[in-house]
């Protein structure tokens, strides 16, 4: 889909720009392509501190890599201590607001002391390297200390985002047989609260591994604490030492698991490690996000998912940002909270998501035309594609005509971002992410692995390792290899349909397999599927994405029912309240369509893109999502399937 505008970088921003025009950019794309243990090599040795140097840094049993072998590091050390003999000493590591407008702010040196406290108290409860640590909190600095905690001493976490309901929590504990779990009360949100506890007290009756529940207070609200079983963290916080050495890990220790859903019910362990990863998410936040020292740099996210890791914490303290994070709802109290977010703390670099974006164009101009967002120098966009109309005004009503966008497109799997223009080199085209990162080789290919040329519609895939690709699944390299890597031959596969067109800009299309993407929250059909099917009243249930204003995909669900008298508006309610609780709130169906019959191949498979196409061709989409021509993906789909 081609758009008329192409928006070049103005000399002012470029002029000042940590990479400087398209002659900077291929100059490095090129290194890297072609010298790539060279670039990355150098490129560790002054990104990082290392308590051991490595002895190669590549090495590629496929479908399996390594990267900085031998080598020793930490990433709570290079996001904490390595800054402490510097000037960020007492700069602002994580600037916090909660709902309610209470604010922290917190230097790198007390981030640093909060975090080795934490980090003894893991220790007295016995943790260690190699260790599992499940973490299920709000938006809270305490969230980061954990994960920096448990990155501190080698323990492997795991973070569950709060929306996420008991089930889900429990599935992910017991896959991950995880020794501890980090929780808090509750937490804030559209001035409710979200009992987290209350989901840990539940998923914890069928999880035999967890010996303790460390839990942060945060709401105050009256929780059960199970004797022996759950403490409060003031209470062992209290007293402990503040002084905690860094393990020495090796690059390939595994930092954390992610989970994230797949094609089948089964959610998918993703596992990342430290050295590649860390140095990833480093590099990309100045080739990206253009980071100055002096930046506020915001991300929306919540760290319950792959952004937050990688752009909330990780990326930003290893980088020495300072890096805001909210609690909260963005309607809460009304729909200009994070406009006056932004003038309050004179926010200077703005990562959110697509449907962010359309719900305020759909509040209306008023609530960010109220605030001064003059601070803001940068824009950022993730998690899905983001339509040229929501661009624009994006460019227009937020940042003014004078800020970029970083469109950034990637994946729980790729740790870090894969396209992305960097904002003083690449001429910006409104709905496409752009051009890729150095030592990212994408190309787009038919089933075979053949390329299918500029222009043409095809799999996107990445044709060799980077340092911040997923290792392998959470005690399942097979499904791995099986999933990223056999089936097309010798690249890794995303998931995505994408064209590329004649200047090399890539235009991601969507999902080619049976994941959704809503809100830019990654959902499987399966998973849905499986939890409906779970339902007394239901025989079967086929689950598609439907084209949404707002959310960009929203689900929708055709069910066949048991034999039985049934009130379907009754029952429809029930079974969307029935998914809320086995998956989470985020996953509420639009739409249950009850149904006689499912079409079905002859082999019995569910033909979710005949029902794709209903659902699809009764909506009236207009400008509300790059995926133009759905014809597209649901050929490549169809492809997919009979593979
Ligand atoms: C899927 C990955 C990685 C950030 C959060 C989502 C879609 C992500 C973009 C973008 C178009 C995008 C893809 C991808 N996606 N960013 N900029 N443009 N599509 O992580 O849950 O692992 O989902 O999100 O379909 O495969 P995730």
Same mark, same amino acid.
């Given at each position: 889909?081609?758009?008329?505008?192409?928006?070049?970088?103005?000399?002012?921003?470029?002029?000042?720009?940590?990479?400087?025009?398209?002659?900077?950019?291929?100059?490095?794309?090129?290194?890297?392509?072609?010298?790539?243990?060279?670039?990355?090599?150098?490129?560790?040795?002054?990104?990082?501190?290392?308590?051991?140097?490595?002895?190669?840094?590549?090495?590629?049993?496929?479908?399996?890599?390594?990267?900085?072998?031998?080598?020793?590091?930490?990433?709570?050390?290079?996001?904490?201590?390595?800054?402490?003999?510097?000037?960020?000493?007492?700069?602002?590591?994580?600037?916090?607001?909660?709902?309610?407008?209470?604010?922290?702010?917190?230097?790198?040196?007390?981030?640093?002391?909060?975090?080795?406290?934490?980090?003894?108290?893991?220790?007295?409860?016995?943790?260690?390297?190699?260790?599992?640590?499940?973490?299920?909190?709000?938006?809270?600095?305490?969230?980061?200390?954990?994960?920096?905690?448990?990155?501190?001493?080698?323990?492997?976490?795991?973070?569950?985002?709060?929306?996420?309901?008991?089930?889900?929590?429990?599935?992910?504990?017991?896959?991950?047989?995880?020794?501890?779990?980090?929780?808090?009360?509750?937490?804030?949100?559209?001035?409710?609260?979200?009992?987290?506890?209350?989901?840990?007290?539940?998923?914890?009756?069928?999880?035999?591994?967890?010996?303790?529940?460390?839990?942060?207070?945060?709401?105050?609200?009256?929780?059960?604490?199970?004797?022996?079983?759950?403490?409060?963290?003031?209470?062992?916080?209290?007293?402990?030492?503040?002084?905690?050495?860094?393990?020495?890990?090796?690059?390939?220790?595994?930092?954390?698991?992610?989970?994230?859903?797949?094609?089948?019910?089964?959610?998918?362990?993703?596992?990342?490690?430290?050295?590649?990863?860390?140095?990833?998410?480093?590099?990309?936040?100045?080739?990206?996000?253009?980071?100055?020292?002096?930046?506020?740099?915001?991300?929306?996210?919540?760290?319950?998912?792959?952004?937050?890791?990688?752009?909330?914490?990780?990326?930003?303290?290893?980088?020495?940002?300072?890096?805001?994070?909210?609690?909260?709802?963005?309607?809460?109290?009304?729909?200009?909270?994070?406009?006056?977010?932004?003038?309050?703390?004179?926010?200077?670099?703005?990562?959110?998501?697509?449907?962010?974006?359309?719900?305020?164009?759909?509040?209306?101009?008023?609530?960010?035309?109220?605030?001064?967002?003059?601070?803001?120098?940068?824009?950022?966009?993730?998690?899905?594609?983001?339509?040229?109309?929501?661009?624009?005004?994006?460019?227009?009503?937020?940042?003014?005509?004078?800020?970029?966008?970083?469109?950034?497109?990637?994946?729980?799997?790729?740790?870090? /971002?894969?396209?992305? +223009?960097?904002?003083?080199? @690449?001429? %910006? #085209?409104? *709905?496409?992410?752009?051009?890729?990162?150095? =030592?990212?080789?994408?190309?787009?290919?038919?089933?075979?692995?053949?390329?299918?040329?500029?222009?043409?519609?095809?799999?996107?895939?990445?044709?060799?390792?980077?340092?911040?690709?997923?290792?392998?699944?959470?005690?399942?390299?097979?499904?791995?290899?099986?999933?990223?890597?056999?089936?097309?031959?010798?690249?890794?596969?995303?998931?995505?349909?994408?064209?590329?067109?004649?200047?090399?800009?890539?235009?991601?299309?969507?999902?080619?397999?049976?994941?959704?993407?809503?809100?830019?929250?990654?959902?499987?059909?399966?998973?849905?599927?499986?939890?409906?099917?779970?339902?007394?009243?239901?025989?079967?249930?086929?689950?598609?994405?439907?084209?949404?204003? /707002?959310?960009?995909? +929203?689900?929708?669900?055709? @069910?066949? %029912? #048991?034999? *039985?008298?049934?009130?379907?508006?009754?029952? =429809?309610?029930?079974?969307?309240?029935?998914?809320?609780?086995?998956?989470?709130?985020?996953?509420?169906?639009?739409?249950?369509?009850?149904?006689?019959?499912?079409?079905?191949?002859?082999?019995?498979?569910?033909?979710?893109?005949?029902?794709?196409?209903?659902?699809?061709?009764?909506?009236?989409?207009?400008?509300?999502?790059?995926?133009?021509?759905?014809?597209?993906?649901?050929?490549?789909?169809?492809?997919?399937?009979?593979?």
């Amino acid at each position: 889909m081609a758009s008329a505008n192409v928006y070049p970088p103005s000399s002012e921003f470029a002029s000042r720009a940590y990479v400087q025009g398209m002659d900077e950019y291929r100059a490095l794309y090129r290194t890297a392509a072609e010298r790539p243990e060279e670039f990355w090599g150098e490129l560790a040795e002054k990104e990082l501190f290392w308590f051991e140097k490595w002895s190669h840094v590549f090495e590629w049993h496929p479908p399996f890599a390594k990267w900085f072998v031998g080598g020793k590091t930490n990433v709570s050390y290079n996001c904490l201590d390595r800054h402490l003999a510097t000037h960020r000493k007492n700069k602002v590591a994580i600037l916090w607001e909660g709902e309610p407008g209470d604010q922290r702010q917190i230097s790198y040196q007390e981030l640093h002391r909060l975090v080795c406290r934490f980090a003894n108290v893991l220790k007295g409860r016995g943790l260690k390297a190699g260790d599992r640590a499940v973490i299920y909190m709000g938006m809270v600095p305490e969230l980061p200390v954990a994960l920096l905690a448990c990155a501190r001493l080698g323990v492997t976490h795991s973070v569950v985002f709060g929306g996420f309901s008991a089930e889900a929590l429990k599935a992910r504990i017991q896959d991950l047989e995880a020794q501890v779990v980090i929780t808090g009360d509750g937490s804030w949100r559209r001035g409710k609260e979200v009992r987290l506890k209350d989901a840990v007290d539940e998923a914890l009756i069928e999880c035999p591994s967890v010996k303790d529940v460390i839990v942060l207070q945060r709401t105050g609200s009256a929780i059960a604490m199970k004797e022996g079983r759950d403490h409060w963290w003031h209470d062992l916080d209290q007293g402990a030492s503040e002084v905690c050495p860094a393990e020495e890990l090796d690059s390939e220790h595994p930092l954390y698991v992610l989970y994230t859903s797949g094609t089948t019910g089964k959610p998918k362990g993703i596992v990342h490690t430290t050295a590649g990863y860390l140095l990833q998410v480093t590099a990309t936040m100045k080739w990206v996000f253009d980071l100055r020292d002096e930046d506020t740099y915001w991300c929306t996210a919540d760290i319950g998912w792959v952004t937050g890791h990688s752009y909330i914490v990780y990326g930003p303290l290893s980088a020495g940002a300072t890096t805001m994070m909210y609690e909260g709802a963005p309607d809460f109290p009304q729909p200009d909270r994070f406009w006056r977010l932004i003038e309050k703390y004179r926010v200077n670099i703005f990562y959110t998501s697509p449907t962010a974006i359309r719900s305020f164009i759909r509040q209306g101009d008023q609530w960010p035309n109220a605030h001064d967002l003059s601070s803001l120098r940068l824009l950022g966009s993730v998690g899905e594609p983001i339509n040229p109309a929501a661009w624009e005004w994006y460019y227009k009503v937020i940042g003014k005509e004078r800020c970029p966008i970083v469109d950034t497109w990637w994946q729980t799997e790729t740790g870090a /971002i894969m396209i992305s +223009a960097m904002p003083g080199a @690449v001429p %910006l #085209k409104p *709905g496409s992410g752009s051009l890729p990162q150095p =030592g990212i080789l994408c190309d787009v290919v038919d089933l075979m692995g053949k390329p299918v040329g500029d222009n043409a519609e095809g799999f996107l895939v990445i044709k060799r390792p980077w340092p911040s690709i997923a290792r392998t699944l959470w005690r399942d390299p097979d499904r791995y290899r099986q999933q990223y890597w056999e089936r097309i031959e010798g690249v890794y596969m995303t998931g995505d349909a994408a064209r590329r067109d004649e200047d090399g800009y890539y235009w991601i299309l969507g999902r080619v397999d049976d994941v959704m993407n809503v809100s830019g929250h990654r959902l499987s059909t399966m998973e849905i599927e499986s939890a409906l099917v779970r339902h007394p009243a239901v025989a079967e249930a086929a689950v598609v994405g439907k084209p949404h204003e /707002i959310t960009g995909q +929203a689900v929708a669900c055709f @069910v066949t %029912l #048991k034999k *039985g008298n049934w009130n379907h508006h009754e029952l =429809g309610e029930e079974l969307r309240k029935w998914v809320a609780h086995e998956i989470g709130s985020f996953a509420k169906p639009e739409q249950i369509r009850f149904t006689d019959s499912l079409p079905k191949t002859r082999s019995g498979k569910i033909m979710r893109r005949l029902l794709r196409e209903i659902v699809t061709s009764n909506t009236v989409a207009g400008d509300v999502t790059t995926l133009e021509d759905l014809s597209v993906v649901t050929r490549l789909s169809a492809q997919h399937d009979e593979d």
